[in-house]
């Protein structure tokens, strides 16, 4: 691509022939605020935050939404830009609940930093403030419209990157609010509950639906048995959250950590993706073989099951029976460990740590539970987590680390890469080969399903057969494979899709940071702790084929479809 020269401040900078104002002065390491921008979709300049001076140009002039141009003169922060940014914000925070030493994002709020940086210290605009009705209807996510200020990432998050719509602007001018269809509660909304727009909210408007005071309570009950199980992505990301670099594995940290907040039991939810993929990799080979609904879809990510619920309930077949590794390890927890520690289940306090929203959700789902009793007492996001152990006095990157209990602390990295897009269809795979033929891959690693692309495809030779595979990552770049199908494509045998792009590193209950880098770093983390394991393949799994011998019988058993297997329903969708 062909470059240009502007001056910035007095120096000049190369810039891209076409490329916005704003990307090319970041790049330079001008730091230019903005509240509305977002990395890959097409500008708004809705908060005109960015405004900047332009020699010849007369006014103000947003820098994302104004291409550089070869001999441009810019000044970022004239006393025309800053006076401009400064009134904008007073305005937002006139309109602004000031409860901002109680509010989730204290100290983590965007609003909160431009007013800093800005110097705001008195409140020049006064009237009356409009008022909401807090919406608390979901089961994951909490929203606050009274914090909201209409910059639109949510908006734009839900419909231009997951293709959802739950949310749009509402009202005319000063009226103007954002809500679900007719206004109803998130909980009977399109919602599927990723928590994307939680990611990218600047302020305390969105939040996750909080089980800190019950995992708690249930922690300072000496009659209750506290089980914690921390999903794969967790040890890869929460780490960044104490001062550890991210793709750091911080997992023998985080078992102390656990331990310290005084959890009976820490498990690794590694080893019930290991379980998850003998389940639904013997269910693969069963279709493939018998002449099953092809092709077959994972059913590992909750946000990504209500979207089919909704949107394409023709391909509710198509999806695996088997329960997430969060439900899968609930249900084994409360079954057969109840059952070897001689402890009735219904005093069993079972938490799940995810990177998901939408395990919250699911962890509520009526289908989730084995004989009246819930496979998952309460989800704590990593977010809620780090608050806890902060609230305890805890620096997780102090730790000596500490190995997870057994049987259920033992995993392979095929396990592992449950946490990254791509990573269940190669842990699949890798299993998938050996039920078949009998013997391990010469080479496990299948990189053609690795990665951040859109939609990655494979066709992998698992003996005799030619098995073609496809990785959606994220529910919007799934809607077009679903789409493909529906119009008649058929090669496709095996479908993984991620609710959010990049997998769970990337879920919707993670640490804030939207850095692309920060997201490559905690996926190579684990394909890097992959590429060093002895055991990279499911069925290896030492514990879990004992779980086989002495509880389950077989993958596909009858005990295992009565505890591991589930079912899913059309369900209807506001239009």
Same mark, same amino acid.
């Given at each position: 691509?062909?470059?240009?020269?502007?001056?910035?401040?007095?120096?000049?900078?190369?810039?891209?022939?076409?490329?916005?104002?704003?990307?090319?002065?970041?790049? &330079?390491?001008?730091?230019?605020?903005?509240?509305?921008?977002?990395?890959?979709?097409?500008?708004?300049?809705?908060?005109?935050?960015?405004?900047?001076?332009?020699?010849?140009?007369?006014?103000?002039?947003?820098?994302?939404?104004?291409?550089?141009?070869?001999?441009?003169?810019?000044?970022?922060?004239?006393?025309?830009?800053?006076?401009?940014?400064?009134?904008?914000?007073?305005?937002?925070?006139?309109?602004?609940?000031?409860?901002?030493?109680?509010?989730?994002?204290?100290?983590?709020?965007?609003?909160?930093?431009?007013?800093?940086?800005?110097?705001?210290?008195?409140?020049?605009?006064?009237?009356?403030?409009?008022?909401?009705?807090?919406?608390?209807?979901?089961?994951?996510?909490?929203?606050?419209?009274?914090?909201?200020?209409?910059?639109?990432?949510?908006?734009?998050?839900?419909?231009?990157?997951?293709?959802?719509?739950?949310?749009?602007?509402?009202?005319?001018?000063?009226?103007?609010?954002?809500?679900?269809?007719?206004?109803?509660?998130?909980?009977?909304?399109?919602?599927?509950?990723?928590?994307?727009?939680?990611?990218?909210?600047?302020?305390?408007?969105?939040?996750?639906?909080?089980?800190?005071?019950?995992?708690?309570?249930?922690?300072?009950?000496?009659?209750?048995?506290?089980?914690?199980?921390?999903?794969?992505?967790?040890?890869?990301?929460?780490?960044?959250?104490?001062?550890?670099?991210?793709?750091?594995?911080?997992?023998?940290?985080?078992?102390?950590?656990?331990?310290?907040?005084?959890?009976?039991?820490?498990?690794?939810?590694?080893?019930?993706?290991?379980?998850?993929?003998?389940?639904?990799?013997?269910?693969?080979?069963?279709?493939?073989?018998?002449?099953?609904?092809?092709?077959?879809?994972?059913?590992?990510?909750?946000?990504?099951?209500?979207?089919?619920?909704?949107?394409?309930?023709?391909?509710?077949?198509?999806?695996?029976?088997?329960?997430?590794?969060?439900?899968?390890?609930?249900?084994?927890?409360?079954?057969?460990?109840?059952?070897?520690?001689?402890?009735?289940?219904?005093?069993?306090?079972?938490?799940?740590?995810?990177?998901?929203?939408?395990?919250?959700?699911?962890?509520?789902?009526?289908?989730?539970?084995?004989?009246?009793?819930?496979?998952?007492?309460?989800?704590?996001?990593?977010?809620?987590?780090?608050?806890?152990?902060?609230?305890?006095?805890?620096?997780?990157?102090?730790?000596?680390?500490?190995?997870?209990?057994?049987?259920?602390?033992?995993?392979?990295?095929?396990?592992?890469?449950?946490?990254?897009?791509?990573?269940?269809?190669?842990?699949?795979?890798?299993?998938?080969?050996?039920?078949?033929?009998?013997?391990?891959?010469?080479?496990?690693?299948?990189?053609?399903?690795?990665?951040?692309?859109?939609?990655?495809?494979?066709?992998?030779?698992?003996?005799?057969?030619?098995?073609?595979?496809?990785?959606?990552?994220?529910?919007?770049?799934?809607?077009?494979?679903?789409?493909?199908?529906? &119009?008649?494509?058929?090669?496709?045998?095996?479908?993984?899709?991620?609710?959010?792009?990049?997998?769970?590193?990337?879920?919707?209950?993670?640490?804030?940071?939207?850095?692309?880098?920060?997201?490559?770093? $905690?996926?190579?983390?684990?394909?890097?702790?992959?590429?060093?394991?002895?055991? $990279?393949?499911?069925?290896?799994?030492?514990?879990?084929?004992?779980?086989?011998?002495?509880?389950?019988?077989?993958?596909?058993?009858?005990?295992?479809? $009565?505890?591991?297997?589930?079912?899913?329903?059309?369900?209807?969708?506001?239009?």
């Amino acid at each position: 691509m062909s470059t240009i020269t502007i001056e910035a401040n007095g120096r000049p900078i190369h810039a891209k022939k076409g490329e916005m104002l704003l990307k090319t002065l970041q790049r &330079a390491g001008v730091d230019i605020p903005t509240l509305c921008y977002m990395e890959g979709l097409t500008p708004t300049g809705a908060c005109r935050l960015c405004v900047v001076e332009i020699e010849g140009v007369p006014g103000l002039v947003p820098s994302c939404a104004t291409p550089a141009t070869e001999g441009m003169k810019v000044q970022t922060h004239s006393a025309r830009a800053v006076q401009a940014r400064k009134t904008i914000v007073e305005l937002l925070l006139a309109d602004h609940p000031d409860d901002c030493l109680y509010c989730i994002r204290n100290g983590n709020c965007d609003l909160q930093k431009l007013a800093e940086d800005l110097g705001v210290r008195q409140r020049r605009f006064k009237g009356q403030k409009s008022r909401y009705r807090l919406d608390v209807s979901s089961p994951a996510i909490e929203r606050d419209p009274a914090k909201c200020i209409l910059c639109g990432k949510c908006v734009r998050v839900c419909e231009e990157v997951q293709g959802i719509a739950a949310i749009d602007f509402s009202g005319r001018g000063s009226k103007t609010f954002i809500s679900t269809a007719f206004d109803e509660g998130m909980n009977v909304s399109s919602c599927i509950y990723c928590g994307q727009c939680v990611k990218v909210c600047p302020t305390g408007a969105l939040r996750e639906q909080s089980s800190i005071k019950e995992v708690m309570d249930a922690l300072d009950d000496p009659e209750t048995i506290v089980v914690a199980q921390h999903a794969p992505a967790i040890s890869v990301t929460i780490g960044e959250a104490f001062g550890v670099p991210p793709g750091v594995d911080v997992a023998g940290a985080l078992v102390t950590a656990l331990r310290r907040l005084k959890f009976d039991r820490v498990f690794d939810t590694s080893f019930s993706a290991d379980l998850t993929i003998m389940e639904e990799g013997s269910e693969f080979v069963q279709r493939l073989t018998r002449g099953g609904t092809l092709p077959m879809m994972t059913s590992c990510s909750p946000g990504w099951i209500k979207f089919v619920e909704e949107f394409y309930p023709e391909f509710i077949d198509n999806l695996s029976t088997c329960k997430s590794p969060q439900q899968m390890m609930g249900a084994i927890i409360k079954s057969f460990f109840a059952k070897q520690e001689g402890i009735d289940p219904a005093k069993i306090f079972s938490v799940s740590i995810m990177p998901c929203t939408a395990k919250k959700f699911e962890a509520g789902r009526p289908e989730m539970e084995s004989d009246g009793v819930a496979d998952i007492d309460a989800v704590l996001t990593t977010r809620e987590l780090i608050r806890m152990i902060r609230l305890r006095g805890i620096d997780l990157k102090d730790l000596e680390p500490d190995t997870a209990d057994t049987p259920f602390g033992e995993r392979t990295t095929a396990g592992k890469l449950f946490g990254a897009s791509g990573g269940v269809m190669e842990a699949a795979l890798r299993s998938v080969h050996y039920l078949v033929t009998g013997k391990d891959m010469d080479n496990p690693n299948i990189p053609a399903v690795r990665g951040m692309d859109g939609i990655k495809q494979a066709t992998v030779k698992i003996g005799d057969l030619e098995v073609a595979v496809a990785v959606a990552n994220g529910v919007g770049e799934a809607r077009r494979v679903l789409d493909d199908i529906k &119009a008649g494509r058929r090669e496709i045998h095996f479908l993984e899709v991620m609710t959010c792009k990049g997998g769970c590193i990337a879920g919707g209950g993670q640490p804030f940071d939207l850095d692309p880098q920060v997201l490559q770093a $905690r996926m190579k983390a684990l394909y890097k702790l992959d590429s060093k394991s002895e055991t $990279r393949a499911s069925h290896h799994n030492q514990s879990v084929q004992r779980l086989y011998r002495e509880f389950l019988g077989e993958p596909l058993s009858e005990v295992s479809h $009565r505890l591991l297997h589930t079912n899913y329903a059309e369900r209807a969708v506001i239009k």
